[in-house]
């Protein structure tokens, strides 16, 4: 692009973006009219540009670079995702006359460039590499081109004039991966549903029967739902989500309508998974999501499609939360609303989303109370064991351990239900071990040679740890004891999201962040809601106890004690 036609633009996008109004819900109200873009898809154009911006920066526009036409990632290294991105990106902005790029002749140069360079990191399998773990990755190729398919049949449809410098290499690297595709394996349960939606994008492209085939032989294994609605890896804000959108292309592009049921099934199950601010639980998850904040923005497109395909008022209410706490996060997703106009429909009325509930997800060991603007998580497996929001405010976890043998930090081995309580508990042994049995001593002073396991134990220290949680007015009590071997330190810990202010504690003597609860009740205070916890305790200094888990970084306020330890905290 020249320079004065690069101002020209970017002068635009800057004019139109404080068009963009802090609030939501008022903005989206979609045209009767399929043919009119709504204003919310025009908004995420206007977004979309905007990363446009950014992404585009990782192009190397020097001819006299080695690297000129290369796209490179946060690294500085060529990579086929940052050349993805961009081609995604840049396709979109490309096609949109709304967008300040549209029909952009400098965009199609270098979106030629970039279709030239991820076709020439490709491999003669088909394949292409991640470079933080995968080479010669079929899944990773698979993610590619259920991106690229789709923004390749748009720009091949499109009037932009020199359009075939990207789509004629763009067709070359997705059908050669499609070969990998028929063929390549898969390291996760979700890899196979990425390959599936993959091949159907493809085959919207190239009616290839060996791509169908190859789809049925994955889909043949099963879906990998659990009875609680969640998928094998329990991902609820990253790979929940995207099984939801690979197994609607899966349906769409190969007619299999029996795979709506599962979509159907975890989007329910999320309406228990929702924090009054909007936020999803994550801290059941398997993967690399767990215990992170997360909004709903990846599952814009399964409730938008599912609403209108169904005419059902929750998802559309779904789709209202999201459109009001995390529509700028949608606009990676553009490429569905810009080919399927379908989804520019009004969406049906919406209908109230459950906010009083009391639920147990056996599959995922967790269960899930909330009570209109406050709720909680209470978690079994898991060293955080019960998290609590109050609109906008969070207590992260609270967690314990104890100086047991340097393996005393408390994850419950049983999550069970009595008398409306949840009961959490787990028991450890500390032994102490005899000489090795005569008979068997190596002769040569080998350790190793004398594992543990073969000698006698002597001078068993027990520790029995449980947690009771009841519901109280406006809140939580949880009784927490600790009984067994005595004398043992403990430390008691409540993790909080950052921004608050604290009353009623006392800063730890070095540790930044690092509160105790000495006596009486704390509270944790933002934008006018409050978080009260207590009574307090304080016998020792000692917060991190050899064994536990690092201090998070987070403000965090603690409690500490000795065996026997009994403390009933009140969460209100």
């Known amino acids: 692009m020249k320079r004065r036609t690069f101002i020209r633009k970017n002068g635009q996008v800057a004019l139109l973006a404080p068009l963009v109004p802090a609030a939501l819900p ?15 898809l025009q908004k995420m154009i206007v977004n979309n540009d905007a990363s446009l911006e950014r992404v585009q920066q990782r192009y190397v526009s020097d001819p006299d670079s080695p690297h000129y036409g290369d796209v490179l990632d946060g690294y500085g290294m060529p990579s086929p ?6 081609l995604k990106t840049g396709i979109c902005a490309l096609i949109s006359p709304e967008s300040a790029y549209h029909a952009d002749a400098g965009l199609v140069e270098r979106l030629s460039h970039a279709a030239e360079f991820l076709f020439g990191l490709q491999h003669e399998d088909g394949t292409i590499d991640l470079l933080s773990t995968n080479f010669h990755s079929t899944p990773d190729t698979g993610f590619i081109v259920k991106w690229l398919a789709p923004v390749w049949r748009l720009l091949e449809n499109s009037s932009v004039p020199e359009k ?46 060996a791509y169908l085939a190859r789809a049925e032989r994955w889909l043949s294994e099963g879906i990998d739902m659990d009875a609680d609605g969640q998928y094998e890896e329990k991902s609820s804000y990253i790979y929940s989500s995207l099984s939801n959108r690979v197994l609607i292309s899966t349906a769409r592009g190969f007619d299999k309508p029996e795979l709506y049921a599962y979509v159907r099934r975890n989007l329910d199950m999320n309406f228990y998974y929702l924090h009054p601010n909007g936020e999803i639980v994550t801290e059941a998850s398997g993967r690399q999501d767990n215990s992170i904040i997360g909004t709903l923005e990846k599952y814009y497109y399964p409730y938008r499609y599912m609403a209108l395909k169904d005419g ?29 106009k379908d989804l520019w429909k009004e969406l049906p009325e919406p209908k109230p989303l459950p906010i009083s509930y009391a639920r147990v997800f056996r599959h995922s060991n967790l269960a899930r109370i909330r009570r209109g603007n406050y709720d909680a998580s209470i978690l079994m497996g898991s060293p955080v064991f019960f998290t609590f929001h109050k609109s906008s405010l969070a207590l992260q976890g609270i967690r314990f351990a104890s100086a047991f043998f340097g393996k ?20 450890l042994r500390g032994p102490y071990y005899q000489p090795f049995p005569k008979d068997k001593i ?17 001078e068993v220290q027990e520790l029995y740890s449980r ?43 070095e540790l930044e962040d690092t509160y105790y ?56």
């Open 312 to 340: 059902n008022g929750q998802y559309a209410a779904a789709c209202r939360l999201i459109e009001a706490t995390a529509f700028e996060k949608t606009t990676g997703f553009l490429y569905y609303f810009l080919e399927d």
């Open 467 to 509: 947690v009771t949680i009841r519901e109280v007015e406006q809140g939580f009590s949880l009784e927490i004891s600790i009984e067994g071997t005595e004398r043992v330190p403990v430390a008691l810990e409540l993790i909080f999201r950052p921004g608050g202010t604290f009353v009623g504690t006392v800063p730890h003597e």
């Open 81 to 86: 995702h940052a050349a993805t991105s961009f």
């Open 517 to 572: 609860l000495k006596e009486g009740v704390g509270k944790y205070s933002h934008a006018g809601s409050a978080i009260h916890f207590g009574p307090g305790q304080h016998q020792h200094r000692w917060v991190q106890l050899r064994g536990a888990l690092p201090k998070q970084d987070a403000p965090t306020v603690f409690l500490t004690g000795f065996t026997p330890f009994h403390q009933t905290l009140q969460i209100t």
């Open 408 to 427: 005393g930090q408390f994850v419950s081995e049983s999550l069970e239900e009595e008398n409306s309580s949840y009961i959490l508990s787990s028991y």
């Open 26 to 40: 008022s903005l989206f109200t979609a045209g009767n009219q399929p043919d009119e873009k709504p204003e919310w």
């Open 164 to 209: 075939s410098t990207i789509t004629v290499p763009l067709k070359q690297f997705l059908l050669q991966a499609g070969e990998a595709l028929k063929v390549g394996g898969i390291h996760t349960p979700n890899h196979r549903w990425v390959v599936c939606s993959a091949l159907a994008e493809l085959y919207k492209i190239e009616q290839d029967p």
């Open 442 to 458: 190596p002769g040569d002073g080998d350790w190793s040679k004398m594992p543990r396991s073969e000698r006698p134990q002597s």
